[in-house]
C-alpha cells in the first residue's frame, strides 16, 4: 500500500494535510460551501475526531451572513485500505430561518502549481479522449449535460516528478486523482497555482433547507499514488473491494449475446432471438439479451425511442408470444435470459406522459440547453418545450413507475441479466416545484432516487446482473457504480476506439465493474464500424474479441449467418475467456504497458495491456492497430526478479518458463508470422 494519509490536529483549525512519504502535497480546509451567497471556506469551532481511515470534521460554518447557523459534518473514509478516500459532507441548517445552499464541495486542495494535469472529454462515440495540461492555467471540468459523462469525464489526474523541464518535473514523485461520485452534474475547478476544489455543480443548482433541515453532498473520491497508474490500480481495487454491489452470479462473469447492432430494432422478433440464443448456447454463451424493440404497440415499424415508458405493453407484432414466452423461449434454447429498459425514459409518443403526469420532468420556464454540450435526447416534443424526456425520480410517482417496471420486466421474462440504458441528457433537471423537491434541486432529488430504486431492485431480485448505459458511455461515474454491477463503455466497439476507452475507463473502475462487446455488425451505417464480414480473416476476427477480452466479454453478432469458421474461432474464444480470464477479470487490475491509442489513427498504434490477478497470475493482451508496427516484446510490470514464471500463448497452447529477472529485462517476446495482430499470453509463477 503507498505510505499515504490525510490527517489534521485539533488545533489546525479544520485543516486537513494530504500526505505522501512524509511530504505535504496539500493543507487547507477541505470543504467550500455557499450559503446565502455568502461563501464558506471553514468552520468557526471545528471539532475533530478519527483517524487516517475515518477522519472526522464538524461545527458551524464560518462567515456567514447575520443569522444563518449551517453545520457542517465533513468525513474523508479509506476505501478499503488503499490510498483512496471517499470525501463525504452533510449541511444542516441549525438557524431559525431558511437558507439556500447553491454549492457544497466536499474537497478542497491547496496543492501548488508544480503539476501536470490530465483529463477527459467525453461526447457519444468520443468517449475518454485525453487532454493533457498543467496546473499554471486555469482548468475548469463539468457536466451540464445532467449525466455525469457527457462533455468530459468526472476524473482528474494530477501528476509530478520525473526527468525534463515541464511542469513537476524534478519534484518528489507523486500523483493525486480526483473523481466526483455523482451521475448528474459535477465540476471540479483547478485553479492557476493548485486550488482544486470538486463536487456538485453549482450551475443552476440551489437547495432550500428549512430549520432543522439536512441535504447531503455527493461525495468526491481522493486518490493519492507515487504516479497515475499507482493511484489508477488502487482505486480499481477499492472500488472492486468496498464499492460496486456484487454477487455470485456477477461474479462468475457470465458471457453475454446482445441482440442490438446487427438486428436494431426493425429486424428483430421472438424468432430472431430463439434462434440466435440456439447457437449462443451450443457457443458455451450464458446470457441472450433482448436489447430495445420489444415494448410499446403491436407494429413491426414501430421506432423504439418514441415508446419509451410504455414498459407494461408489448409489440406482438414482433412478439407475439409475449414476454413470458420469450423469456422461456430463451431459457429453452439453453441460455440465461437478458432484457433492455430505459426505465426513466419518456418518449413523446409514450401513453405514459397522460396516464403519470404528476411523474413528469419539466424544466417549467422552457429553458434552453446549455450550448457546452450537444443535446442527445431522444424523441422529445417541439410542441412543449418544458418536456425533458424524463420521470422524475424526485417524485414518488417516478420512483413508484421505474421500480414496478423493472421488477415487473424480471418477474415476467425471468431475466437474470437487466441493461439499464438513459438517452437522456436533463440538463439542470427538473424544475417542478410539485413533486418532491425544490426549484434548484430536482437532478439532485432525480439522482438520490435512482440510486434509491436501484439498491431496491437489488433487494428484490439479487439474482440478477444489473448494466449500466447511457448512449453508450456518457453516465459512467462512482456514484451510480455503487448501486450498479458494471458499464457498458460505448454504443461504438470498433477496436481502435473501444481500447482508447479502455485506457482511459481503468483510472476509474476495475475490469469487473467494465464491459463492452467485441466490434460488433453494424445494421447501421455508422462508418468507423464499418468491418466486410465476408471477407474478414480469421485473425482479423481473433483480434476484435482479445480486444474486449480483458474485461466483461460480450458480442451483438448474427450468430446464425456468421461464417462457419468465424464460428469456430468465436467458440475457442468463449472458452478462452471462461477458463483463463474471467477468474483474473473477477479479481484483478488492468495496468497499461503502452501509451494510450486514439481515434482515428493517432496514438499509440501497438497497445499493450496487462491484466494482473493478486496472486501473481498476468495475462498480456497486445494489438497492432492500422498504421501500426509490430511490437518485438511487452514489458510486464509487477514480476519477482528471482522468481520462475511459466509463459502460455493462450492462441496456440505453446508454453515455456523464464524468470521474473529475464522477463522484466529482456521482455516478453510476441513470437508469430506476421500476419498475427493480436496475442493472449499468459505469465504464472511455476508451480
Known sequence: MTDALLRTRPDSGGRVSVVLADTILSDCAPLVVEVDRRVSHAWATPVVSGDAD?????????????????????????VADQPVWECAMVLRNDGEHPVTITRMDPLVLD?????????????WGDEFRPIAGHAGHHLVLESRAGRSSHGMIPWLGLERGGTGTGPGAGEPPAAITIAPAYSGNWHIHAMAGGFVSAGISPWQFAVELAPGESVTAPSVVLTVATDLDAAAVALQRAVAADWLPRTEFTDSVPVEWNHWWPYEDQEVDEGVIAENARVAADLGIEIATVDAGWFGTA???????????DWSSVNTARFPSGLAALGQSIRDAGVLPGMWIEA????????????????????????????SYRVQTESLD????????YVCMGSPAGREHVLESMSTLIT????????????IDPDAGCTRTDHGHGAG?????????????????????????????????????LGLARHVHGFFLSDPDFTEHHLEVLWGVRNLLPPIGILHWSWSQWRGDFEPSYLDWATLTPD????????????????????????????ERLRVHVDLFQRELAPLVRDGVLQPLTPTPERGGFGERAPIMQLSHPDGRVIVGAFVLPGGARPSVAHVRGLDPDATYTVSNLATGDAWNSSGAELLDIGLALLGDDAITSWLLKVSPAL
Open 441 to 477: 434541486d430536482g437532478l439532485l432529488r432525480h439522482y438520490e432516487g435512482l440510486y434509491s430504486v436501484l439498491d431496491e431492485v437489488r433487494a428484490r431480485h439479487p439474482e440478477i446482473m444489473l448494466e449500466s448505459c447511457s448512449s453508450g458511455g456518457l453516465r459512467i461515474d
Open 54 to 78: 475515518l477522519l472526522t470534521i464538524e461545527g458551524a460554518l464560518d462567515g456567514l451572513a447575520d443569522g444563518a447557523s449551517v453545520h457542517a459534518a465533513w468525513s474523508a473514509r479509506r
Open 540 to 567: 482479423e476476427f481473433d483480434t476484435t474479441l482479445r480486444a474486449a477480452m480483458l474485461h466483461r466479454f460480450g458480442v451483438s453478432l448474427r450468430l446464425p449467418e456468421l461464417r462457419p469458421e468465424l464460428l
Open 382 to 389: 417541439d410542441d412543449d418545450p418544458t418536456f425533458l424526456g
Open 344 to 371: 426513466e425514459a419518456v418518449g413523446s409518443h409514450s401513453l405514459l406522459r397522460a396516464a403519470k403526469p404528476e411523474a413528469m420532468a419539466h424544466t417549467v420556464e422552457g429553458r434552453r440547453p446549455d450550448p
Open 299 to 309: 407494429d413491426p415499424t414501430s421506432v423504439w425511442s418514441e415508446q419509451r415508458g
Open 412 to 423: 415476467t421474462t425471468g431475466a437474470r441479466w437487466i441493461k439499464l440504458d438513459f438517452n
Open 111 to 123: 496543492a501548488g502549481s508544480a503539476w501536470r494535469t490530465h483529463s477527459y472529454r467525453s461526447a
